[in-house]
């Protein structure tokens, strides 16, 4: 609601028959050089003005950006709603549930606590890709997922029906960012505002960090965490400085053989040696109308993966076409077009709009490219990769194989084996052998499956081919792509190789429909390509198991192996235990390593099989004629899909329907519940703030390199017995069988504390050669090897608070709460890095953990800390006088477990609170203490 007007920008737009009340920006000086997504901002600024919060002074401020000024005016930016994934989105209701209890504890009425902002979550993260290959997959996983999650899909219906303005949309619909694309999103969101229908741009963020796959459509929006999420859904705007924007023009068409994952994996590697860390990228130019609104929202979701904080793409035509394709209605298309075109937002490709700073790419200039083997940036030429691959794996040749696995492996149920017929075991090979492989690499294998199937398993064996992730499934142009190459390499007798777990999960049920249209269903299942799940699988880390046999192999003979996914993720121990290295590629490209069996192969020489005549097929033999994917789009595709497949999106099919639901303002906890439980954020909290205080005598919890993302901090994957979360499931009853992953169950505290930075590839470097969540135990005389949760107890029970201290780029990856509500609750009060990622540093701040910089071109190598001192920091009281301050104090002492001579080091560090608003967060103790003091109040 706004309460003031000082610009008098409030007008009506008509569009066919309905009013529209409008805040219109060229009532501002410098309106009209802004970029699109300044625009967007300034409309925000316009139409939230309440002369406290956001003044008139940030309005002018926004008017007069000055380009290439260093960001520092803080503008509040409040979203038009908020999305969830469950993952991240269990905690925010589990989070909103507890404060209502916490209220009522205040005195104050628990309904209060009600989603101010549209929220809207999609159950996705949670099927897993146990069966494959196989007609029946998609059922039994489903069925299996119900088995597992049952617990928190109770709640989380309860939630559907306690809160308002909160909606789910039920497991086995689609991926939360394509559904975001197909169906939530508006692009120009119209609702009553005291009675008057109020038109503004369509914004959002999101508890995932891909978010930014909606920036495509010209939607601003991007990943928070699930604590910044959650103020959202309460009201609070989120707070941020003024951004620079990155200016990217687009010339030329993408030529024939070269995929919208091609140009996207071309603009992140442009992007991430650019540096964008913190601004927005925004498109524009003549190749902009040549660039599909798939291939714009693929582009969109990579943002994370350079790092900037949305990428965006204005309105124009494209964007039309892809909403009346898609079901919104004629009248909606009219207000998105009517509007855009009021505000200045239609993209006009003559006009040079001013930006910060300038980058090119001449799309016809792309060529067929792939990313890993552990970074989504690390991009290499497929023409290459054969001999990128022969270095990675040399550079994997002293990884052991003998660590302590934390996140382990299920008991997963029997897989059925995958459907190939037996081949010449001779012409079967996982690759022909590394001759020049180092002598410390294992040798190649022989395995034989249950089916009687023989080959040599090598390293470099491609695992697992999945057709995964919104990034690529979204997009008709790659998904037809590989259905066609389907059909070509079955017309050619090709079939994947038996030792490659194929997996298809479609972003969405249009994926299938569409499929069907086309008669590529059946050639995608003669591959072993099945419908698993609708849902993110093996993207992040529901890979499932690998072929018994093949996991045995790898296991007992330390093969590094390999995956291959259509994804945006490919961290070290993301995608399986098994996988040491892991490729994204487009959709075709899946399947054609599936062919292929290995990434030691080189498409353009090797030979992907023989035709049932005995000729060599090569992959350019089977690509798929640009011209003919076009015309299957245009033949395959319609409106009627769409309508059909979201007309009833929210109300889930008979298992969702018949889940016992509990009613009532306040959820009832169960007291036996593993999965859902009372989070102590709010345990004796009060109305008055505790003043903040300075860190005396910590020690260091852990002591990590570069590029720790928050995969490395926040608990991901399967939980292993013999690990904290393992001995607590235990304790409490949970048969092995039943652990599931930490994902599932992010709404207990008790499990997520327990796994945070428990990574079985984390190397905290107080520690020689050891890799998982192990740390030094400084309160026991002789510092031995602790579990990282096993020593926080043993810290907090002495009263002893805790750092952390990094390198590079820490935090970077999705935006997982729990990296930051776990690091809080293991004690540690700061951390000190020498930089961070956006979404990261923020979270910290929300969680009460102050993050902190070693002095620029300093590290704590550079430094000499050894994470034996004591460590004490002053300053942080500063905070109180409601200033900030730039540095506070570091004095790191030597300990009794120090090496002999060792002195005290003392610097600066500083200090990452970047805006009042996370100062005032801060001073209560947490986001979430600030809101909930606001709202008693």
């Not at 299957?632 to 497949?645: A, L, P, V, Y």
Request: hydrophobic letters at 35%; a negative charge.
């Amino acid at each position: 609601m706004s309460a003031v007007n000082s610009f008098g920008a409030k007008d009506t737009l008509r569009v066919g028959e309905t009013d529209y009340e409008v805040f219109r920006i060229d009532t501002v000086d410098g309106y009209e050089k802004l970029p699109f997504s300044l625009k967007v901002l300034l409309e925000n600024l316009l139409r939230t003005e309440d002369g406290a919060n956001i003044t008139d002074a940030h309005i002018r401020a926004l008017g007069s950006w000055v380009p290439t000024a260093e960001p520092d005016t803080e503008i509040q930016f409040t979203p038009a709603r908020v999305v969830m994934q469950d993952f991240t989105g269990v905690p925010c209701i589990v989070d909103l549930a507890t404060m209502r209890e916490a209220v009522e504890a205040l005195g104050g009425d628990p309904k209060k606590i009600n989603p101010l902002a549209p929220a809207e979550m999609v159950i996705d993260h949670s099927v897993i890709a146990d069966l494959f290959g196989t007609e029946n997959a998609l059922e039994r996983n489903v069925e299996i997922e119900y088995e597992r999650n049952g617990e928190r899909y109770q709640f989380l219906r309860w939630g559907q029906t306690a809160f308002d303005d909160f909606k789910v949309v039920p497991p086995g619909t689609g991926i939360v960012h394509q559904v975001n694309i197909e169906h939530l999103a508006k692009v120009i969101y119209d609702r009553p505002v005291n009675g008057v229908l109020r038109a503004y741009p369509d914004t959002c963020v999101g508890t995932d960090s891909h978010t930014t796959m909606v920036n495509g459509l010209g939607v601003l929006g991007w990943g928070v965490g699930g604590i910044e999420a959650e103020a959202a859904m309460l009201g609070q705007p989120v707070s941020m400085l003024i951004p620079k924007v990155v200016g990217f023009k687009l010339s030329g068409v993408i030529p024939t053989g070269v995929t919208a994952t091609d140009v996207v994996l071309t603009i992140t590697d442009m992007l991430r040696k650019h540096g964008v860390v913190g601004k927005f990228v925004e498109f524009y130019g003549a190749g902009v109308a040549s660039v599909p609104l798939a291939n714009r929202a693929t582009i969109g979701n990579m943002s994370p993966e350079f790092g900037s904080t949305a990428a965006m793409f204005p309105i124009d035509d494209v964007t039309l076409d892809y909403l009346r394709l898609t079901g919104r209605s004629e009248q909606q298309v009219a207000l998105v077009e009517a509007y855009a075109k009021l505000q200045t937002l239609w993209h006009d490709a003559d006009k040079e709009p001013v930006f910060s700073e300038y980058l090119e790419l001449d799309l016809s200039t792309v060529v067929p490219s792939i990313a890993g083997p552990k970074r989504p940036q690390d991009r290499i030429i497929l023409a290459e990769a054969k001999s990128h691959f022969e270095s990675d794996l040399t550079d994997y040749a002293e990884v052991s194989h003998d660590l302590v696995d934390l996140e382990g492996s299920e008991s997963f149920p029997a897989s059925d084996p995958p459907g190939n017929t037996p081949e010449d075991e001779h012409s079967t090979h996982a690759h022909h052998h590394l001759s020049h492989a180092p002598n410390n690499i294992s040798k190649p294998t022989d395995v034989e499956l249950a089916d009687g199937q023989k080959f040599t398993l090598d390293h470099g064996a491609v695992t697992i081919a999945a057709i995964t992730s919104c990034t690529n499934t979204s997009n008709p142009s790659v998904m037809l792509a590989a259905g066609l190459l389907a059909r070509n390499a079955v017309r050619k007798g090709l079939k994947a190789k038996p030792w490659v777990k194929t997996t298809l999960a479609p972003g969405s049920k249009v994926v299938t429909d569409y499929y069907e249209k086309a008669g590529l269903t059946q050639d995608l299942e003669d591959l072993g390509f099945y419908t698993v799940g609708y849902g993110c699988t093996t993207c992040i880390g529901n890979s499932g198991p690998l072929i018994e046999e093949v996991s045995a192999a790898i296991n007992e003979n330390d093969l590094a192996v390999t995956a291959v996914l259509s994804g945006n993720r490919n961290f070290e121990g993301r995608i399986n235990p098994d996988v040491k290295m892991n490729y994204l590629a487009s959709p075709p490209l899946v399947i054609a390593y599936s062919l292929a069996g290995s990434m030691n192969f080189d498409f353009e020489v090797d030979a992907l099989g023989q035709d049932g005549d005995g000729n060599d097929v090569f992959l350019k033999d089977i690509w798929p004629d640009a011209a003919e994917v076009q015309s299957t789009i245009d033949t395959s595709i319609n409106k009627e899909m769409f309508t059909h497949q979201y007309a009833s999106v929210f109300e889930g099919d008979d298992r969702w329907r018949n889940l016992p639901t509990p009613t009532g303002a306040t959820f009832e906890w169960d007291a036996e519940s593993t999965y859902v439980r009372k989070p102590p954020y709010f345990d004796g909290m009060t109305m008055e703030t505790t003043p903040v205080t300075d860190i005396v005598g910590a020690r260091v919890l852990a002591k990590l390199g570069d590029s720790v993302t928050t995969d490395h901090i926040s608990p991901a994957g399967n939980i292993k017995a013999d690990s904290p979360a393992g001995r607590y499931l235990d304790e409490h009853g949970v048969e092995r069988k039943d652990y599931n992953s930490y994902g599932s169950r992010r709404g207990n505290h008790e499990v997520m504390i327990r796994g945070t930075f428990a990574n079985i590839r984390l190397k905290n470097q107080l520690l020689d050669g050891v890799e998982g969540g192990y740390t030094r135990d400084f309160t026991q005389a002789d510092a031995p090897q602790s579990f990282i949760y096993d020593a926080s107890q043993n810290y907090q029970a002495a009263g002893t608070p805790l750092v952390i201290v990094g390198g590079k780029e820490y935090g970077s990856g999705s935006s997982r709460d729990w990296a930051a509500k776990g690091t809080s609750l293991l004690g540690v009060k700061a951390v000190i890095t020498e930089s961070f990622e956006r979404i990261h540093r923020s979270n910290l701040i929300g969680m009460g953990v102050v993050p902190l910089q070693f002095p620029a071109g300093e590290s704590w190598a550079s430094l000499g800390l050894d994470g034996t001192e004591v460590v004490s920091i002053s300053g942080i009281e500063e905070l109180n006088a409601g200033t900030t301050p730039k540095t506070v104090h570091v004095t790191a002492a030597p300990s009794e477990h120090s090496p002999a001579g060792k002195e005290t080091i003392e610097f600066d560090a500083v200090v990452r609170i970047d805006t009042p608003g996370e100062a005032d967060y801060y001073r209560n103790g947490g986001i979430l203490q600030y809101v909930l003091r606001s709202l008693v109040a």
